[in-house]
């Protein structure tokens, strides 16, 4: 048997990269955040950096999106509903962590109500670092995930520690 | 009348059920009451109309005193009267005082699972800040509580959220949040709908309760400023400002006033920054998405100044323990003049946009309507009182810092409707332009820090400042040495919850995400999970069965 998928099936996933490419459609979650992410990301969506111009657009349900925003450290009550969200988004999904909190739990650290990391609940693609990231940075990480795409190199994910809670 | 008049008025009204007269500090008058006492006591400084009730605060005396205290602050400009209630370790009893002042409950529910006393007579039981299954007889701001044991409870998966669903003939339980698409903490309302309109309304807090003042009993207090600029990333300034105010008064530090004047510069541009902000969420809800483009386009003016003051966007850690970090030049005084002169024009022209455009005073005018009485009532705070005609400004009342040299006006509307409340804030920012004009022209020359001592003197403290969304109000207690004993933050958005929760009973679901931006929390709240009836079998759906589907579907 040949393993090579049909020229069809190529192009067909040649089509649907680059589609995806072009029509990024993201969703936000604070997940405990002291809302500094927040305000960048809403600011890279608005007119000074516009990411809409790559395509890229901010929907209000999980439903709609392909890529996860997480900003913050995951709160004890917020933690099944990151789950939840993650869980929603239709395949392929992608997870972009950004601010220093999510990626370590940051000046939170060892807070009672605080969980951990987001990479300890759902897995992540991309890490953005910073107390906050300028949106530059946050473009960055998201241009990092379509250059992914794009290789179809196998993507560096990180494993949730807390696996089988997490089905996809 | 002075503070002096005001706190002898005070200690007249309290005089027969005092127990002890503490003057902690010059501005502040604590009488000790007994628990039984306090609803009389309470209700005689609320009839008296002395101040408002301001913050409870809990504090754990230790295990080897056995004993727990209860603060209640109540504030009339710079004046503070605190009753403070000493209760067992094992068997904490207060009676409710939320009757007489409805702003109470959330204060109450606070201390109930934060300490462990019990409030008698509280009419809601749920937990405001911990999760649903977070164990009984656990409270996390006791000095005995560790990480282990919050770490040792099990994090169920059950279902915490209330089911949606048909619970009448006619209504239905519309769920919103926690997650949504714009921004800010995320909080989770259940709204009973008959239709179109809200019948009842309920609201769930602590999907971003980190533990932030427990975590502060073990961080010296340098870390802690850093660590309190985080409680908001919005308001950032203004949490430093007000934990380094309180530790300044503690240590009886000086600040210089030249860093009191950039103090109170970066806290106007940061009520710029916020404001704007503000507009454009409240536009996008109202489904005005060219103002809110427009107005976040010229909130970048804001942000390049502070980045170009400070070095960061946000966060920017202006203060430090003693004074600021960062000091104004002749060119970055002459950037910002210019960035005021376009932010003024602008503003300007949304002032006009808010009072004139038709579709947006639909969705404003009339709407939410709070009048005087009611506002006091439900102990509103920053521009959410002050659109209902309540003059409650803590630069005003009681001015700290460079407020004293530089004042601000005070704005105010009568409507009280969503309208005045876009008015308000917008006249505040022209305001807020002005005093930094004045500043700028009139720096006063100096250093920009004073010696701050490692270890600060024991003692306790109140630190007022307003924040962009109202009083922002900090009770710092040091016993001495590197780190605080208790740090306890109220914030303003707590007091202003009540609004919208009375306000949204009555209105049309459609209304809500308004009111609820109205108060500047900024919840965008379009994202809605609605009940999903199977059309087969005409069965409601829990969540389990709802998320085994959509992982079923998503995988086929």
């Known amino acids: 048997m040949n393993n090579k998928p049909s020229l069809w099936k190529q192009t067909m996933n040649k089509v649907r990269t680059w589609a995806r490419m072009n029509s990024i459609g993201a969703i936000h979650f604070n997940s405990g955040s002291c809302n500094g992410c927040d305000i960048e990301i809403l600011a890279t969506l608005t007119p000074r950096y516009d990411v809409e111009r790559f395509g890229i657009k901010l929907h209000g349900s999980p439903r709609h999106a392909d890529v996860l925003l997480v900003t913050g450290p995951v709160t004890r009550q917020a933690r099944e509903r990151l789950i939840r969200t993650y869980e929603q988004m239709p395949e392929p999904k992608f997870v972009i962590s950004v601010g220093a909190c999510s990626i370590s739990g940051g000046v939170f650290d060892g807070c009672y109500n605080v969980g951990g990391s987001v990479d300890e609940v759902i897995p992540v693609d991309v890490f953005v670092p910073g107390c906050p990231p300028r949106p530059e940075a946050i473009i960055d990480g998201i241009i990092q995930l379509l250059g992914q795409l794009q290789g179809g190199a196998p993507r560096p994910v990180a494993k949730p520690k807390m696996t089988g809670e997490v089905s996809s | 009348m002075s503070t002096e008049q005001k706190l002898q008025t005070a200690e007249q009204l309290l005089a027969p059920w005092n127990k002890e007269t503490i003057r902690p500090e010059e501005n502040r008058l604590d009488v000790v009451i007994q628990p039984e006492a306090l609803h009389e006591a309470a209700s005689a400084l609320h009839e008296a109309k002395w101040g408002y009730l301001s913050a409870i605060t809990g504090m754990d005396m230790g295990v080897e005193a ?27 009893v207060v009676p409710t005082i939320a009757d007489i002042i409805p702003p ?7 201390i109930k699972e934060m300490f462990g006393i ?35 409870m099990e994090v169920s998966h059950a279902d915490q959220m209330p089911e949606p669903g048909r619970v009448g003939e006619n209504t239905f339980v519309v769920p919103i949040g926690p997650q949504h698409p714009a921004l800010k903490e995320p909080g989770h309302f259940s709204f009973t709908v008959d239709g179109e309109i809200v019948t009842a309304a309920k609201m769930r807090l602590g999907y971003a309760h980190r533990g932030i003042e427990k975590a502060a009993e073990s961080r010296s207090w340098v870390e802690n ?29 000086e600040v210089p006033a030249r860093a009191q004047a950039i103090r109170e510069l970066v806290a106007g541009l940061e009520r710029v920054h916020s404001h704007l902000l503000w507009l454009g969420v409240t536009a996008h809800e109202a489904g005005f998405d060219t103002l809110f483009m427009y107005s976040w386009r010229d909130r970048e003016t804001v942000m390049n100044l502070l980045e170009q003051i400070t070095g960061n966007r946000v966060n920017y850690s202006a203060n430090v323990l003693g004074g600021v970090k960062c000091e104004i030049g002749d060119e970055q005084s002459k950037a910002i003049k210019e960035g005021l002169t376009y932010l003024e024009t ?15 005073l639909n969705r404003t005018r009339g709407i939410g309507t709070i009048t005087a009485p009611e506002a006091e009532r439900f102990g509103l705070l920053g521009p959410t009182a002050r659109a209902s005609g309540v003059a409650r400004d803590v630069r005003i009342e009681a001015p700290y810092g460079a407020y004293v040299r530089y004042p601000v006006s005070l704005v105010t509307e009568t409507n009280g409707d969503l309208e005045a409340r876009c008015v308000v804030r917008l006249k505040e920012l022209l305001v807020s332009c002005f005093a930094m004009r004045s500043i700028l022209d009139n720096m006063p020359e100096g250093p920009l820090t004073a010696r701050m001592p490692r270890k600060i003197p024991a003692g306790e403290t109140v630190a007022r400042v307003e924040a962009p969304r109202g009083e922002l ?3 710092i207690k040091s016993n001495g040495g590197e780190i605080p004993v208790r740090v306890h933050v109220r914030t303003p958005s707590l007091c202003n919850w009540v609004s919208v929760l009375e306000k949204a009973v009555g209105r049309q679901l459609a209304d809500v995400p308004m009111l609820i931006a109205g108060m500047d929390p900024c919840f965008s709240c379009n994202d809605r999970v609605v009940t999903v009836v199977d059309s087969r079998t005409s069965e409601n759906w829990s969540w389990k069965r709802l998320r085994e589907y959509g992982i079923e579907y998503y995988s086929r």
Request: charged share 20%; with cysteine; net charge negative.
């Open chain 2, 473 to 475: 109000f900090y009770y």
């Open chain 2, 118 to 152: 019990k409030v008698d007579g509280l009419a809601v039981t749920d937990h405001l800040f911990l999760p649903e299954d977070w164990l009984p007889d656990v409270y996390p701001q006791r000095v005995d509580f560790t990480i282990e044991q919050a770490k040792a």
């Open chain 2, 104 to 110: 109470a409950t959330f204060f109450e529910r606070e």
């Open chain 2, 346 to 360: 602008r503003i300007r022209h949304y002032l006009e946009v808010v009072t004139t455009d038709a579709m947006f």
């Open chain 2, 66 to 92: 056995g004993q727990l205290e209860a603060l209640y602050h109540f504030c009339n400009g710079p004046a503070i009267t605190s009753l403070r209630v000493r209760l067992p370790r094992a068997g904490a």
């Open chain 2, 225 to 253: 400023l850093y660590l309190f600029e985080r409680v908001c990333g919005i308001c950032s300034h203004t949490h430093a400002m007000a934990f380094s105010m309180g530790v300044e008064q503690l240590a009886k530090v």
